[in-house]
């Protein structure tokens, strides 16, 4: 995997672009994250505490009791169980989608931000490009648990949300092993360049209620700048 420094906006503009058509983009505050699936990273601890199987069962049982229970309160009902997938991740359920996105710039403001804090990290991030992948046509299979290769998603849009960050996903049928492709591309994002790209970020309009709309996050950046 080819990686590169990233130390302004312009370098990262200029490297983004020489990216073949149809690249996706995932930016991770910390450079040493692995592309590991977020079921693929519950602990096994923690699955013999909620579930008393493999991982698989978790992952399973997790996905029946979200579309058994989640009916009230959607505004739009999932047309298939890859839709059901989808708003999983969404709403942050483990499972063995990894986000991406099509917009190098979105990216670059996940590598900048841990939007769980709402703060700029100290540490090297990083915005992983790959150039090609299998796409994935969901007509071809309608288990998502029966894809055996890795593939991209298209995402559904069916929030806000999946709309304003150009959304995609990835699959990974085995999700507790880093995802690794000669077709990847590192970019390191130093820890002293983020101040200076947070800034540039909100100029060019790739700030928090943007990425997030609604108005929660109108309240939580009201909150952030006021102190309160």
């Known amino acids: 995997m080819q990686s590169i420094q990233i130390d302004s906006i312009h370098d990262f ?18 450079a040493s994250f692995d592309l590991v699936p977020r079921i693929g990273r519950v602990t096994q601890e923690t699955i ?3 579930h008393r199987g493999d991982r ?13 229970q989640s009916i009230p309160y959607l505004e739009m009902m999932p047309r298939t169980d890859w839709e059901w997938l989808c708003l999983m991740q969404h709403h942050g359920t483990p499972t063995r989608l990894m986000d991406w996105t099509l917009s190098p710039l979105v ?23 790959l150039a090609e992948a299998k796409r ?17 998603l298209d995402a559904p849009a ?6 304003a ?15 690794a492709s ?15 790209l947070s800034n540039q970020l909100g100029a060019l309009g790739f700030h928090y209620t943007a990425l997030f709309p609604g108005l929660d996050s109108i309240n939580d950046a009201f909150r952030l700048n006021h102190n309160v």
């Open 13 to 30: 503009i200029d490297s983004a672009l020489n990216m073949k058509p149809y690249g996706i983009f995932r930016g991770v505050h910390d």
């Open 48 to 50: 013999d505490r909620f």
């Open 56 to 68: 698989s069962g978790m992952e399973l049982t997790a996905f029946m009791q979200f579309k058994n």
């Open 107 to 129: 990216a670059l403001y996940f590598a900048v931000f841990d939007v769980r804090t709402r703060s700029i990290t100290t540490t090297d991030g990083a915005v992983y490009a």
């Open 136 to 152: 994935l046509n969901t007509s071809d299979i309608l288990n998502p648990f029966e894809h055996k290769e890795v593939s991209i």
């Open 158 to 163: 069916i929030t806000q949300r999946t709309i």
């Open 165 to 179: 960050q150009h959304s995609t996903f990835t699959i990974h049928p085995d999700p507790t092993q880093p995802y």
């Open 182 to 196: 000669p077709k990847l591309k590192k970019m390191i994002i130093s820890a002293s360049s983020k101040d200076a």
